[in-house]
């Protein structure tokens, strides 16, 4: 099995920065895209941003020049720092790890556990 375990997060107040990281263990033979996706209650998950093994990125226009992904392929982890944070930035943050388990097989997507990221005064 796979597990994605995330941590970070917090109460923040507006302009404020915060550090999301989450890491990848189990049965794992190859990781390809990983990225962050975020969810509010009555709202689908959206994706935050996203980076590839070969480490091209993508940000939804919400976040891009205030967020930075970042990954690290031998440890098997992804972290997401978040600057000049907003209102509007609130919401429970997943990671998410297409893995591939054997040298023939597909990927599967994983999911972390959730962190509560709250900005406000």
């Known amino acids: 099995q796979v597990q994605l375990v995330e941590s970070g997060g917090g109460l923040v107040q507006p302009g404020g920065s915060l550090r999301l990281s989450c890491a990848a263990s189990?049965?794992?033979?190859?990781?390809?895209?990983m990225g962050w996706y975020r969810q509010v209650p009555g709202n689908q998950r959206e994706l935050v941003a996203s980076i590839t093994a070969g480490g091209r990125t993508k940000y939804s226009d919400s976040v891009q020049g205030r967020f930075i992904i970042d990954r690290h392929n031998a440890e098997k982890w992804i972290s997401l720092q978040m600057n000049n944070l907003k209102p509007e930035d609130t919401a429970v943050y997943f990671c998410?790890?297409?893995?591939?388990?054997?040298?023939?097989?597909?990927?599967?997507?994983?999911w972390g556990q959730g962190a509560q990221v709250t900005v406000s005064s």
């Open positions: 189990g049965s794992i033979f190859r990781i390809n895209d």
């Open positions: 998410q790890a297409d893995v591939v388990q054997t040298w023939h097989g597909a990927s599967d997507r994983y």
